[in-house]
């Protein structure tokens, strides 16, 4: 008993937080990686367009309630992200027409880009701050809990009880089906491999007829997509605030160059990497040594490696192991 009690406290405090961090993570690192594998620049943009595409579906969301309309059990915010994400990529669009783009014509070197896209992040931070404010905003609504811990406890008789928010799941799900569409997309469309094609071979890729505004365009429409849906469904798990999105690049940034930058298979392994590498070491392992443990050997302590206060750290600690010892990453993506 003592051993369920443990596994069901793991659950409620490592892996599914974790698993569902994890997801966000991934799905941000995805549009980095995307940006950097086709367009050859880092994007540090990236953190405060997720949050940009985040507040319009909360201003859409709060419309929507105020007009009757919801999902039920599940977040009106569902229904508010494809404006999100419409909007967003129209942002992206005309950033991409009014600022990259004479840069990329210039043939400009990568680090030019990226300090560019610095002064982008700061003009997104900006508007997004004047748009919906610099507060904490909850939007999440419908059914808080899949399982409540309260029921689990009275259902299975065990201490301790498993909790799993709504919003842990949708985060889950939705994940799985981007990724799988993404992957559909890259590998089974005639778009999906000239983009391939562009990020393999650019001069061969435009001797073979691929239309290279074509090709930047498509990248930076899904690449908004993926930072309006992970900006999303982290805002859904945790809360909305424009300046945690702007913390968030980190590990986002860590989770795609740990995995390898410009691979989409190492974004994803990269993101849950870094999410159980921040949770695990960041929770206190009392309450379940407690349970694992004789009674003699119950430890005093919290069994905490580090404070929730250093959580970033450690997405810092494993970038900086990554590039000192295999800068290309896990997954061999292109050398940073």
Do not use: C
């Not at 982008?120 to 409540?148: K, P, Q, S």
């Not at 997309?185 to 999906?192: A, E, I, K, P, Y």
């Not at 005093?300 to 800068?327: H, M, N, R």
């Amino acid at each position: 008993m003592d051993l369920l009690n443990a596994i069901v406290v793991l659950l409620n405090f490592v892996v599914i937080p974790a698993a569902s961090y994890g997801a966000q993570l991934a799905l941000g690192a995805l549009g980095v990686t995307l940006i950097y594998g086709i367009l050859r620049f880092s994007n540090f943009a990236h953190g405060d367009t997720m949050a940009f595409g985040t507040a319009i579906v909360i201003l859409v969301t709060w419309a929507m309630q105020a007009a009757g309309i919801g999902l039920g059990p599940l977040p009106t915010a569902l229904l508010a992200l494809p404006f999100g994400i419409a909007a967003t990529a129209a942002l992206v669009l005309a950033t991409d027409r009014v600022v990259y783009r004479f840069y990329r014509r210039q043939k400009a070197a990568p680090v030019i880009l990226v300090i560019v896209s610095m002064g982008v992040m700061f003009v997104m931070n900006g508007v997004t701050r004047f748009m919906i404010g610099v507060d904490e905003i909850r939007f999440e609504d419908g059914a808080r809990f899949l399982i409540n811990a309260t029921e689990f406890r009275k259902m299975t008789g065990l201490k301790e009880g498993l909790a799993f928010k709504t919003s842990q799941a949708l985060t889950i799900v939705t994940a799985v089906i981007v990724v799988a569409a993404l992957f559909w997309f890259l590998n089974r469309t005639r778009t999906g491999k000239s983009m391939r094609a562009y990020s393999d071979n650019e001069d061969l890729a435009l001797l073979s007829g691929i239309n290279p505004e074509r090709v930047v365009a498509v990248t930076w429409i899904i690449a908004a997509g993926l930072a309006v849906i992970a900006g999303t469904l982290y805002g859904l798990d945790k809360a909305f605030k424009p300046f945690n999105y702007f913390q968030l690049l980190l590990p986002v940034f860590a989770s795609a160059i740990v995995g390898g930058l410009g691979n989409p298979l190492g974004a994803i392994a990269g993101g849950f990497l870094i999410a159980f590498s921040e949770v695990g070491l960041t929770y206190a392992w009392k309450k379940v040594a407690t349970y694992v443990l004789p009674e003699s050997l119950a430890p005093d302590g919290l069994l905490q490696i580090l404070s929730t206060d250093y959580k970033f750290a450690v997405s810092f600690a494993l970038l900086v192991v990554v590039l000192l010892f295999k800068p290309t990453g896990l997954f061999k993506g292109k050398a940073v």
